[in-house]
T-cell receptor
Framework: NAGVTQTPKFQVLKTGQSMTLQCAQDMNHEYMSWYRQDPGMGLRLIHYSVGAGITDQGEVPNGYNVSRSTTEDFPLRLLSAAPSQTSVYFC?????????????FGDGTRLSIL | DQQVKQNSPSLSVQEGRISILNCDYTNSMFDYFLWYKKYPAEGPTFLISISSIKDKNEDGRFTVFLNKSAKHLSLHIVPSQPGDSAVYFCAASTGGNKLVFGAGTILRVKS
C-alpha cells in the first residue's frame, strides 16, 4: 500500500541546473498537486491537475512546469534552478474533483539550490 | 497577504490536558476547513475537517470548532498524548481541492 511516492528524497543542485521531481500514486486518484513548504509560510500550491492531460497553476507557479500524461504520475520540473527554489516539496493526491476530499501527501523532497 | 493565519508558532501542553490550536482566516469565501498533522521527515496527514454549514465536528479525541462571524476555527485535542507532538496545519478552501495553508503550530505534549 504505497500511497503517494516521491523521488528523490533529497537533492542538491547548482544554480541554473534543471531537474524533475517525481510523484506517483497508486490510489487511482483524479486530483494531484504540488506544494512547497518554506519556514514560516506553511504549504503553498505550485501546480495542480484534475485529471490526465489537465493541469493548472496554483499560487506560486513561476519557475516550474508540470504535465499529467497518466493518472498515476505527476512530475514537477524545475527549468533553471534558483536559490529561491530551495524548499521542501510535497506531492499530494485525492479522489474526486467536485468536492473536498482529504489529500494524501508524499513524504517530500528536500531540495537545496547552491 | 496570508489568508490563513496560525498566530501561535508553538504550544506546550502537559500529557492528559487539553490542547487548543487556533486558526484565523480573512477570506469570507472559504467554505471548508481542514486540519493536518505533520511529523518530521513525513508528509502531512489529514486529521479532521469541517464545512462552513457546521460549527462543530468531532472525531474521537479531536474536535474542530468554527466561528464564521469571527472567521476563527480551533482544534481541541482531549486528552493530549505524547504521540500528538507534531506540527499542525490549518487549511481552507473556497471549493474544490485547492487548499490555502496556515504556517503551522508546533505542539509539544510533555509526559
Amino acid at each position: 500500500n504505497a500511497g503517494v511516492t516521491q523521488t528523490p528524497k533529497f537533492q542538491v543542485l547548482k544554480t541554473g541546473q534543471s531537474m524533475t521531481l517525481q510523484c506517483a500514486q497508486d490510489m487511482n486518484h483524479e486530483y494531484m498537486s504540488w506544494y512547497r513548504q518554506d519556514p514560516g509560510m506553511g504549504l503553498r500550491l505550485i501546480h495542480y491537475s484534475v485529471g490526465a492531460g489537465i493541469t493548472d497553476q496554483g499560487e506560486v507557479p513561476n519557475g516550474y512546469n508540470v504535465s499529467r500524461s497518466t493518472t498515476e504520475d505527476f512530475p514537477l520540473r524545475l527549468l533553471s534552478a534558483a536559490p529561491s527554489q530551495t524548499s521542501v516539496y510535497f506531492c499530494a493526491s485525492s479522489r474526486g474533483i467536485s468536492q473536498i476530499q482529504p489529500q494524501h501527501f508524499g513524504d517530500g523532497t528536500r531540495l537545496s539550490i547552491l | 497577504d496570508q489568508q490563513v493565519k496560525q498566530n501561535s508558532p508553538s504550544l506546550s501542553v502537559q500529557e492528559g490536558r487539553i490542547s487548543i490550536l487556533n486558526c484565523d482566516y480573512t477570506n469570507s469565501m472559504f467554505d471548508y476547513f481542514l486540519w493536518y498533522k505533520k511529523y518530521p521527515a513525513e508528509g502531512p496527514t489529514f486529521l479532521i475537517s469541517i464545512s462552513s454549514i457546521k460549527d462543530k465536528n468531532e472525531d474521537g479525541r479531536f474536535t474542530v470548532f468554527l466561528n464564521k462571524s469571527a472567521k476563527h476555527l480551533s482544534l481541541h485535542i482531549v486528552p493530549s498524548q505524547p504521540g500528538d507532538s507534531a506540527v499542525y496545519f490549518c487549511a481552507a478552501s473556497t471549493g474544490g481541492n485547492k487548499l490555502v495553508f496556515g504556517a503551522g503550530t508546533i505542539l509539544r505534549v510533555k509526559s
